[in-house]
């Protein structure tokens, strides 16, 4: 029987596996049911200011010399309990925003990015009057003036007028009013494109943030509006859970994964793009209601390498020398539906042009409790993008003794 034969039985035997877990906790877990408790929304403005860490590129000095300055808006939902995930990770925010920023000079060869997307926003610790937050946010960033040969040679950054956004921020909150609160932290930020399009030595930022949060009246369906006097504090107090003693089970899952990416070497030469496809097999251990860690092996083929061999094999590359395979070990972090992804990696032969190790960061998002969608960046050694996988998984439990379940 062929390679692809056995992995289309493997996949679905996977699909088809009866799960002795019969419904996993993050997903199901609500204290809502009935949806009768209020959601509770809030609006914020946030400024940022700071500086560019340096791309090395000499187009761009002007620009990495001057500060830049950033404006977001947000909209977001405070998880004060109504799902008893939401105590896990400290009664968290959580929700959608805009971006934009301007670099200075305004006319300058990198543009002016602008953002759209979603941010998680948890404490690591509570205090009487403030609380110490991380905050977290990833998207879609538009508006660069990305490389071109002919119309923009000199900005060699960063070559796509599209890429991921990227920002992480330490920040302080306090209470300023009873409708009001405000924030001030650090923050980092990240752009790039994952190597889709090169060059790709990405845009990094740093600074500080100051913002306004406003807290609007709750809404209850079955009731209607719940009318709060201007004076009044229109915050929910956190509902406090009680979690049965976690007893840890395995996972086994499988995902398949494609995309793209560009030559590092030929900036030049916008049509050429190579395919790159991954087949991932991972088992691991639950040892809380939030995280895993465990172990897996990846399988890579990642055109781009002829060109790391095409002067070995001047009268072609053979397709072997495209492909590779390494294990992994890793640690994800689940939160609701999402698991955040972080691995790294050894490859069990040499690869040409791609060090002795690699890594991926990224996210998962659970459609069932048997299919997920995987979207991760795997790098080669010293975390320069290799490229982005799309792909979709398929997972199964390991008996669970637990006699809840």
Do not use: C
């Not at 990495?64 to 400290?90: D, I, M, P, Q, T």
């Not at 040679?153 to 306090?174: H, L």
């Not at 190790?357 to 080669?380: E, I, S």
Request: glycine share 12%.
């Amino acid at each position: 029987m062929h390679n692809k034969h056995l992995l289309i039985v493997f996949f679905l035997l996977l699909a088809n596996t009866s799960f002795a877990q019969t419904w996993d906790f993050l997903k199901a877990d609500t204290t809502d049911a009935n949806k009768t408790y209020p959601r509770q929304i809030f609006g914020q403005t946030k400024v940022h200011f700071g500086g560019h860490f340096s791309t090395g590129v000499d187009g761009l000095e002007e620009v990495e010399r001057n500060y830049f300055s950033a404006l977001e808006l947000r909209v977001g939902w405070k998880g004060y309990g109504r799902k008893k995930w939401h105590k896990l990770f400290g009664y968290p925010n959580y929700g959608l925003g805009l971006y934009q920023a301007t670099f200075f000079p305004e006319a300058n060869i990198l543009g002016s990015p602008s953002a759209v997307y979603g941010f998680f926003n948890a404490p690591f610790r509570r205090y009487k009057k403030w609380s110490l937050m991380y905050d977290l946010g990833v998207g879609l960033a538009y508006d660069f003036f990305g490389y071109d040969p002919k119309n923009n040679p000199d900005q060699t950054a960063i070559g796509s007028e599209f890429n991921v956004y990227f920002t992480v921020s330490v920040e302080g909150e306090f209470k300023i009013s009873p409708r009001i609160d405000g924030t001030l932290g650090l923050l980092f930020t990240h752009f790039s494109n994952g190597r889709t399009r090169t060059p790709n030595k990405g845009v990094n930022l740093y600074g500080l943030n100051a913002g306004i949060k406003y807290n609007f009246n709750t809404y209850i369906p079955k009731k209607g509006s719940q009318f709060v006097e201007k004076k009044k504090d229109p915050r929910l107090k956190y509902i406090d859970h009680t979690f049965d003693e976690f007893k840890p089970f395995w996972e086994y899952y499988a995902f398949v994964a494609g995309g793209w990416n560009t030559s590092p070497y030929d900036i030049e030469d916008r049509d050429l793009y190579y395919g790159v496809a991954t087949i991932g097999l991972d088992v691991a251990r639950h040892y809380s209601y939030k995280g895993k860690y465990g172990i897996g092996i990846d399988v890579f083929r990642d055109g781009s390498l002829v060109e790391e061999y095409k002067s070995d094999y001047p009268n072609g590359v053979p397709n072997s020398k495209l492909w590779y395979a390494g294990i992994h070990f890793s640690h994800e972090l689940l939160i609701h539906r999402i698991t955040l992804v972080t691995q790294v990696g050894v490859p069990f032969a040499y690869v040409k042009g791609r060090g002795g190790w690699y890594a991926r960061v990224g996210g998962r998002y659970d459609f069932t409790r048997k299919m997920f969608a995987h979207v991760a960046l795997k790098t080669p050694g010293g975390f320069i993008a290799d490229f982005v996988e799309w792909g979709i998984g398929f997972r199964m439990y390991g008996k669970n003794k637990d006699p809840r379940m």
